[in-house]
């Protein structure tokens, strides 16, 4: 039979497979020690609460407790061994010509009332109130797992904008 470790009183069985300290107020008040709970997942409905032991640990290491959210940051593509992207060769001179001039003949077509090229006619599809970057950007900070509130503010535009953008593209299949 096992003894409790403060008094010396004999444990119960059962007990003494968990505990080697007796149910008095004592002993207990001696030997228990308090548990470590942390939290490693939340959404809308719940919260999951774990016991922060050894085993835990070595979960959330491991990383089993992974934010799914917060899966990539940007682009899958790796980067090379150097840390460094390769970025694109700047355009030739008489490139950076042929730009410079089809920009003012874009500008005064618009002006005469002419569509520019790639753009679908009016009425084919509506027109979003925010721009490209906007959206890459508002996707990107859901992804790390900010709040539109906080997208908002990095963005300078409303939260309602923010949480349009991120419904639409949902919509859309993109998110």
């Given at each position: 039979?096992?003894?409790?470790?403060t008094?010396?009183?004999?444990?119960?069985?059962?007990r003494?497979?968990?505990?080697?300290?007796?149910?008095?107020?004592?002993?207990?008040?001696?030997?228990?020690k308090?548990l470590?709970?942390?939290?490693?997942g939340?959404?809308k409905?719940?919260?999951?609460?774990?016991?922060?032991?050894?085993?835990?640990?070595?979960?959330?290491?491991?990383?089993?407790?992974?934010?799914?959210?917060?899966?990539?940051?940007?682009?899958s593509?790796?980067?090379?061994?150097?840390?460094?992207?390769?970025?694109?060769p700047a355009?030739?001179?008489?490139?950076?010509?042929a730009?410079?001039?089809?920009?003012?003949a874009q500008?005064?077509?618009?002006?005469?009332?002419?569509?520019?090229?790639?753009?679908?006619?009016a009425?084919?599809?509506?027109?979003?109130?925010?721009?490209?970057?906007?959206?890459?950007?508002?996707?990107l900070?859901?992804?790390q797992?900010l709040?539109?509130?906080?997208?908002?503010?990095?963005?300078?535009?409303?939260?309602?904008?923010?949480?349009?953008?991120?419904?639409?593209?949902?919509?859309?299949?993109?998110?």
């Amino acid at each position: 039979m096992a003894n409790c470790i403060t008094c010396g009183t004999e444990l119960h069985p059962e007990r003494a497979a968990k505990y080697n300290y007796c149910m008095a107020p004592e002993c207990q008040e001696k030997n228990a020690k308090g548990l470590t709970i942390a939290v490693v997942g939340m959404n809308k409905a719940a919260e999951e609460f774990v016991i922060l032991d050894d085993r835990t640990k070595a979960d959330l290491a491991s990383g089993r407790y992974h934010d799914q959210r917060r899966g990539s940051f940007g682009t899958s593509a790796a980067t090379p061994a150097g840390g460094t992207t390769a970025t694109a060769p700047a355009p030739a001179p008489a490139a950076r010509a042929a730009q410079a001039t089809a920009v003012p003949a874009q500008r005064s077509a618009r002006r005469a009332g002419a569509r520019p090229p790639g753009r679908p006619a009016a009425g084919r599809s509506a027109r979003t109130p925010w721009s490209r970057k906007q959206e890459k950007l508002a996707l990107l900070y859901n992804e790390q797992g900010l709040r539109p509130a906080e997208i908002a503010d990095k963005l300078g535009v409303s939260s309602y904008l923010v949480t349009q953008i991120i419904l639409a593209a949902k919509n859309r299949g993109k998110n």
